[in-house]
């Protein structure tokens, strides 16, 4: 098999921007593009200007962009507010799910992959542009809304921006050396951060201020969806794809048309059996029962697919050219999803307000600032140290061991823990900067440049998908022990049939002291069991993180897709040295 330079040479007085060299784009290998697995060697510095620094910006303000949709979704004050005024409640629940930020992580897991391999495959830059400003649209027709119908056509909307997260985060891992790979990916959870942290708040001021403010809320997050969409188009101008021109038809080969099938029937169908299971039905119900089989059975036939079908497709097979690398940081990112998603994002508001810490929605967004403040600052000191010491297996065995802590902590608290719940908090954001800034770099070391976005879909799509998990089996389990146990304590400490109902509805004015405590205790006892049923994984998590293999020989000065203006030293001795034997 012959591998040939697809460009042709051209003479180095005629370089630019806009013509590609052979540095710019892959060898091809009979139409495809060379899959190097060892451009890490190459030395060549590329002096970082104003465009990689440009490039890096706009992708971090994306990718806030992102989280800030994650938040306004999961707000239910807003959602309070709306149906106040548009009324029409039981469409509400097509624009924010039950349970806070199922609706994305459908988004996220179903369409990061596929579209992480479009960008890899045709265009990265509009690919990542056009989707936020499908996005402002959405956020004019939300905030213009007279009827839930427009609202839901407007959420729809908003939510195709959260299929960019895979080329928003390999923008930066693209554009700075390899050796700063942890610390473009550091930026994002930075930027993802301070985006969540800032919408959360304003969101709830704008709504306390006047009932009307949710339109407000739109926007707002319109202003900055169009901010980014025109950010990205503007001063982001990566090179054309590594992959050389082709048909159609062989376009949307490569683009892995059964694979990708069948990976979004899969995951849509367990992500959707899952949020039933959170509540809505028991797990033996038809509801649950028959999505998860159809979807688990998808989800083998694209596993067998992928494995045996083809070596080029979502999961492709020079993933695992380096080692057990790729699945193990897969697995330990649907661990942290698990963590995150379900237990640090929506139950531990919940033990806040369920055992007695506070009482109201904006004090508890107050005390959760010793969670976020430490998941925006924690991300720079760590990546910091791993490009330092070239070295990411050790913060990320340090944080995750963090996380077992915070998970026992939990597992054992009580009423009477008011103030240790705050310590608790402060570890739970240490323990998450790690992990969510350093497993993608994982991932993306083992991906050439022809997979870089698709990798980082898929791991984002495993974060998504064990957080869907974790949500259903934390909601089972607090349920559970609930609907068994609150009533009959409740009654044992004195009170009737009317009082657990008003209890229930958050009314707690002449409820008698013991029967507070009973309630207090019953639920601290059903958080003790949810965050125990976590452990066991985060312990198997510690464990492939150590199994790991170092990066560090990865960690060089190459740049897989500058941005930057670069004139190809090699070609023109190429062009030099034809020139020489025209004279002869």
Known sequence: MSVEISEK????????????????????VEGRPLERTDSYLDDTQVKLGWRSYAAVIVACFGYAQECLVYAVVAAGTIIAFIIRDLGDAPLAGWIIQARPGSGPLLMQSVLCPIVGRLSDVLDRKYLAAFPPLVAFAGCVLSAKATSMKDLVGGGILIGTTLSTGAIVQAIPAEVLPLKYRALANGFGGIAGSLGGLVSALSAGAVTNANPGGWRAVFWIQGALHLTSGLGLLLFYWPKPSDYPRMSVRAYLWACDPIGSLAFIGSTALILLALDWAGGAFPWHDPHVAVPLSVGLALLVAFALYEWKGRTDGLIAHVFFKRGANFPLALFAFAVEGWIFFSAVNSITPQVVLNLGFETTAWRISIRQLSYSVMILLGPLPLTLWATKARDLKSPLLATFALFLVVTICYATIKPSFNDAQIAYSIMSGLAQAGPLSLLIAVVQFTAPHTYLSTSTGIALSARAIGGAFGSAVLNAIINGHLSSHYAPTLIAAGADGAMIARISAGNFTDVPQAVVDASHNVYARAY?????????????????????????????????????????????????????????
């Open 9 to 28: 040479a051209v003479p180095k007085d005629e370089l630019r921007d806009d013509v590609d060299t052979p540095t710019t784009r892959s060898a091809s």
């Open 528 to 584: 003790n069991l949810a965050w125990a049923s976590i452990a066991p994984f985060v312990v198997m998590a510690i464990v492939a993180v150590a199994c790991l293999k170092g990066v560090s020989e990865l960690m060089t000065e190459h740049v897989e897709a500058t941005v930057e203006f670069v004139e190809d030293l090699a070609l023109a001795e190429v062009v030099a040295l034809e020139k020489g034997k025209t004279k002869h």
